[in-house]
C-alpha cells in the first residue's frame, strides 16, 4: 500500500516545490515579527499571565465537580458520629450526629465512638445505629460485594452483621432531607465557588481578549504603516518592475494575515503547552496506569502535526503568491477598463481571469485537503483515546480502586488533554500564514533604496536653476544605455527645449534632474552642486514638473492643489489657479475649489485635468519648471490659454520643455535634439532649421 503512495507523495511534492516562489525570505522571520511585540512587552506579559490564570482556572474545575460527586453525592457512606448536642451537625428525633469518623476526640475522651450509617439497597435508603469503628470497615467491604442474606420488609433492611442480626429502617423523604443537609451544603459551596472561578475566568478572559486585540491591532498599524512609508521611500525602478496589485496585496492582505498571530496564537501558544504540561502532571498524580496508556498516542500526534506543519506552510506560500497574482490582474485589468471595452477583449479578459482564478482554487483547494484530513486524523485518534480510557477508567471504578469522582476528573482531562494538542496544530498553520505573509512583507521591507543621500547633505537656501550635464551615461538595464554622453549646460531663467523621436531619451533627462534615477557615468550639477551632495527634498521642491499623464487623487479640487501641504495657503493656491487658466473652469464647477474629485479625476476633461495639474505645480514655486508634453492631451483653445499664461510664469525660472509638437517650442532659448540617446544638434529653432539637419525634417513632416 505504502509503495503505491509514494509515486502520489513524489508527484504532490513535485507540484509544491514548482508552485513556490524560487526567491525566498533567509532572514530570522519569527524574531523579526517578535521584535514589534518589544514595544508591548509589559502589556503582552501581563495578558500570558491571565491567560495562564484561565488555564489553571480550567484545571481546576474538574477537580470541583469530581470533589462533588465523590464527597457529597456519592458521600452517602460516610458515617455520622454521636455527639452531645452542642456538637450536632444533625439532628434526628433524639440523635444528635456529626458527620465523619473523629475517634481520635473520643479515645483521648476515654469513651468508644459510635456512630450511625447510611445503607443504599436497592433504590432505598435506610439508617442503620449504633455502629463501631470495625464495624463500619465491614460495611464497606460488603457494600462493594454485596450484603450477605440481606432481607428486606416495608420498615427495614435486615442482615447479619459479625454475627449478630441487624435492622437497618427505611428512611422517610424528610428523614433523609435531613441527614444529607450536610451534603446540600457542601454541594451548595461547591457550586458557588464553581460560579466564582466561572466568572474571575470570565473576567480574565475578557481582559486578555482585550488586551491582545487592541496590541494586535497597534503592532499591525505599525507594520502597515511601516510598509507603506517604506514603499514611499523606495526609487520609481521598484515600481517599473513591481505590478501595483503586488504591492497593494501586500499593505493589505498580508499585513492583515499577520493579526490573528499577534491577536491570539502567541500567547495561546504558550497556554496551550502549560496546559498540556498541567494536564499531563495532574493526570499521571490520579492513575499512573491511565495516564501512561493515553500519552501512548502523543508520538503519533507530533508525526502528524510535523508533516502538517510541513506541507501547510509550502502550500500557504503558494496561495499568497496566487493572492498576489490575482490582484495584480485585477488591478490592471480595472485601470485599463476602457481600453479592453474599446477593443471588446471582455471575454478574452474574462478566460484569463477565470484561468488566474482556477488556480487559486486549486491551491485552496490543496490547503483545505490537507486541514480535511489532519482535523480529523486529530479528532479519531482524540475519541480512540477517549474511549480506551474510559473503558479501563471504567473497569478500575467496578473493581472498586476508582472513585466515581476521578473516574470523571480523570474523563474531563483526557477529553481536554487532546484539545489544545489539536489547538497548538491549528495555531502552528495559522502561525506558517503569517510566515508565508510576513516573508513577502519583509522582502520589500528589505528592498533598499537605491537613491541615497548623504548624512549631510548641501542645503541650498535658494535655487538659482542652473542646470549642467557633464557627460551622462545613463541605463535603466545593465549596459543598454538610454542616454551616452550627454553634455549640456541651462544657465538660471533660460528656457531650453528637448526634441526628438520616441525613444531618443527626452524623458530620461527629465528624470534624471530630479534624481528619479541615479546615472552610471558624469555628472548631474544643479547651481553647480552635484546633485547626488544635494538634500532630495530640497532638489525636488524646488522642481516643478507637468507631465503628459496627469493624476488626480480622490478628493476635492483645493487637496488636489495643494496635495495636503498646510504651507500653502488658499491665497496662493487661488492665485496659481488664476495664474494656469484653472480658475475659469473651477468656479463653474458647483462646489468650486471644495467640488470632489473621483479616482484619476475621470469627471474631468483631460484639459482640465492638465489645468488643474499646472494650478498643483505652479502652488508651489518651483525655481525650476519641467514640462513633459504638458499640452499634448489639451484642445487649442485650451493650449492657447496656458501659453498666454506660461510666458508669464516662465520669467525667472529655468523652464525646459520636451516636446513632439514643434510649434510649442519655437520661442526657446535654445533646442537641443536628441537622437538615440546622443545630443546631435542643437540652437534655436532658426538656426537649426538653417543647419539643414534632422529638426529640419522633423519640422517638414509636422508641417
Known amino acids: 500500500m505504502f509503495q503505491k503512495l509514494e509515486p502520489l507523495q513524489a508527484r504532490f511534492m513535485a507540484k509544491l516545490n514548482e508552485e513556490v516562489l524560487e526567491t525566498r525570505y533567509d532572514g530570522n522571520v519569527f524574531g523579526r515579527l517578535f521584535s514589534y511585540v518589544k514595544p508591548h512587552t509589559k502589556v503582552m506579559l501581563l495578558a500570558l499571565v491571565l491567560v495562564l490564570a484561565v488555564t489553571g482556572i480550567d484545571l481546576v474545575r474538574p477537580v470541583l465537580i469530581g470533589d462533588a460527586i465523590d464527597t457529597y453525592i456519592e458521600g452517602y457512606n460516610v458515617p455520622y458520629e454521636y455527639v452531645a448536642e452542642e ?30 450509617r447510611l445503607l443504599y439497597y436497592e433504590d432505598q435508603y ?17 457494600e462493594e460485594d454485596g450484603f450477605p442474606e ?47 472561578l466561572l466568572i474571575f475566568g470570565f473576567a480574565f478572559q475578557t481582559w486578555q481578549g482585550w488586551l491582545l486585540q487592541k496590541t494586535g491591532q497597534s503592532i499591525i498599524f505599525t507594520i502597515r504603516q511601516q510598509v507603506f512609508e517604506h514603499v514611499h521611500s523606495l526609487p520609481l525602478r521598484f515600481f517599473d518592475t513591481n505590478p501595483v496589485g503586488r504591492i497593494v496585496t501586500r499593505v493589505t492582505n498580508d499585513v492583515e494575515s499577520l493579526n490573528q498571530m499577534y491577536t491570539q496564537v502567541l500567547v495561546r501558544l504558550v497556554s496551550n503547552t502549560v496546559l498540556i504540561a498541567g494536564y499531563a502532571v495532574v493526570m499521571v498524580g490520579i492513575n499512573r496506569q491511565l495516564a501512561l496508556i493515553s500519552f501512548l498516542f502523543l508520538p503519533v500526534v507530533f508525526g502528524i502535526t510535523l508533516i502538517f506543519r510541513y506541507l501547510i506552510r509550502r502550500i500557504y506560500r503558494i496561495v499568497r503568491t496566487k493572492i498576489s497574482s490575482l490582484n495584480t490582474f485585477l488591478s490592471e485589468n480595472i485601470s485599463g477598463m476602457k481600453l479592453i471595452q474599446l477593443f471588446a477583449r471582455e471575454k478574452t479578459k474574462a478566460e484569463e481571469f477565470q484561468e488566474r482564478t482556477d488556480d487559486l482554487y486549486k491551491s485552496q483547494m490543496k490547503e483545505m485537503f490537507t486541514f480535511g484530513v489532519f482535523r480529523p486524523g486529530l479528532a479519531f485518534l482524540a475519541n480512540f483515546a477517549y474511549a480506551l480510557i474510559l ?18 476528573i480523570f474523563v474531563s482531562y483526557i477529553r481536554s488533554f487532546f484539545e489544545p494538542i489539536q489547538e497548538l496544530a491549528e ?21 533598499k533604496n537605491t537613491i541615497l543621500e548623504k548624512e549631510n547633505p548641501v542645503r541650498l537656501a535658494d535655487f538659482k536653476g ?44 527629465l528624470n534624471l534632474i530630479g534624481r528619479y534615477y541615479d546615472i552610471q557615468k558624469g555628472e548631474i550639477l544643479v547651481d553647480d552642486v552635484n546633485i547626488k551632495d544635494l538634500s532630495l527634498k530640497d532638489l525636488r521642491r524646488a522642481i516643478g514638473q507637468v507631465q503628459q499623464d496627469v493624476f488626480l487623487f480622490t478628493g476635492d479640487v483645493e487637496s488636489n492643489i495643494r496635495l495636503g501641504n498646510e504651507e500653502i495657503s488658499e491665497e496662493a493656491m487661488q492665485a496659481a489657479a488664476k495664474a494656469s487658466n484653472a480658475e475659469m473652469f473651477i468656479q463653474k464647477l458647483p462646489g468650486g475649489f471644495k467640488e470632489p474629485v473621483t479616482e484619476r479625476g475621470a469627471t474631468f476633461s483631460a ?9 498643483r505645480t505652479l502652488a508651489y514655486s518651483p525655481k525650476i519648471l519641467v514640462l513633459d508634453e504638458a499640452t499634448a492631451n489639451i484642445d487649442t483653445e485650451t493650449e492657447q490659454l496656458i501659453q498666454d499664461a506660461l510666458e508669464t510664469l516662465m520669467q525667472g525660472r529655468t523652464s525646459i520643455l520636451v516636446a513632439h509638437r514643434l510649434s510649442t517650442i519655437q520661442h526657446a532659448d535654445e533646442i537641443l535634439v536628441m ?23 522633423l519640422y517638414e513632416l509636422q508641417a
Not at 476508582?402 to 473516574?407: A, D, K, Q, R, V
Not at 540617446?677 to 525634417?697: C, F, N, P, S, V
Request: net charge negative.
Open 126 to 142: 435506610y439508617l442503620l445505629e449504633d455502629l463501631k469503628s470495625d464495624e463500619l470497615d465491614l460495611l464497606a467491604t460488603w
Open 427 to 447: 495555531q502552528f498553520s495559522t502561525l506558517q500564514n503569517a510566515m508565508a505573509s510576513a516573508e513577502k512583507i519583509f522582502t520589500i521591507l528589505d528592498e
Open 391 to 408: 473503558y479501563k477508567s471504567g473497569v478500575l471504578v467496578l473493581a472498586g480502586s476508582l472513585s466515581l469522582g476521578t473516574l470523571y
Open 675 to 697: 537622437h538615440k540617446g546622443r545630443i546631435r544638434e542643437r540652437g534655436t529653432h532658426q538656426e537649426l532649421l538653417a543647419m539643414d539637419g534632422i529638426y529640419k525634417k
Open 607 to 615: 484639459g482640465e485635468r492638465q489645468l488643474l495639474s499646472f494650478a
Open 150 to 196: 440481606a432481607k428486606t420488609d416495608p420498615a427495614s433492611l435486615l442482615f447479619s452483621l459479625s454475627g449478630t442480626s441487624r435492622a437497618a429502617r427505611l428512611l422517610s423523604r424528610a428523614e433523609l432531607d435531613t441527614l444529607r443537609a450536610p451534603d446540600r451544603k457542601g454541594l451548595g459551596t461547591i457550586a458557588a465557588w464553581y460560579v466564582v
Open 466 to 509: 542652473k542646470i549642467e550635464f557633464k557627460n551622462v551615461w545613463f541605463a535603466y538595464e545593465n549596459e543598454d544605455y538610454v542616454l551616452k554622453d550627454v553634455s549640456f549646460v541651462i544657465n538660471p531663467g533660460e528656457r531650453v527645449a528637448f526634441v526628438g523621436a520616441t525613444g531618443a531619451g527626452k524623458s530620461s533627462i
Open 87 to 116: 456538637d450536632a451537625e444533625v439532628t434526628l428525633g433524639e440523635l444528635h450526629l456529626r458527620r465523619g469518623r473523629k475517634e481520635d476526640e473520643a479515645n483521648q475522651a476515654g469513651e468508644t465512638a459510635h456512630y450511625a
